[in-house]
């Protein structure tokens, strides 16, 4: 670690904290004066959700070999759930298809 790292203290994570609170701040202003734009919502979600990995679960100080295999984990966990949310519909009914 050099002398900028040791001294930047918390103030990368407050930069960061505020910086997702502006982007939410933007999407309720945004929603209610020009309507919820689903593509544009999504867009600032996936960042604030990386930022939030990235900074407060230290995701970003890990070698790039780590993050690079957890994204197939990743999309093999959400494929699991599509599979699984498809048969509670079905079980929600309480019959077949």
Excluded: C
């Excluded at 734009?37 to 890990?62: D, K, N, R, T, W």
């Amino acid at each position: 670690m050099n002398a900028a790292e040791k001294s930047n203290g918390m103030a990368a994570t407050y930069v960061v904290y505020v910086v997702i609170l502006a982007q939410a701040v933007f999407q309720v202003v945004f929603a209610f004066e020009m309507g919820p734009s689903l593509v544009l919502m999504m867009m600032i979600g996936v960042l604030q959700g990386s930022l939030a990995v990235l900074y407060f679960m230290h995701l970003g100080q890990e070698r790039p070999s780590l993050v690079l295999a957890l994204i197939p984990y990743t999309i093999f966990v959400l494929f699991m759930l599509n599979m699984i949310w498809s048969d509670s519909f079905r079980l929600l009914h309480m019959r077949p298809h």
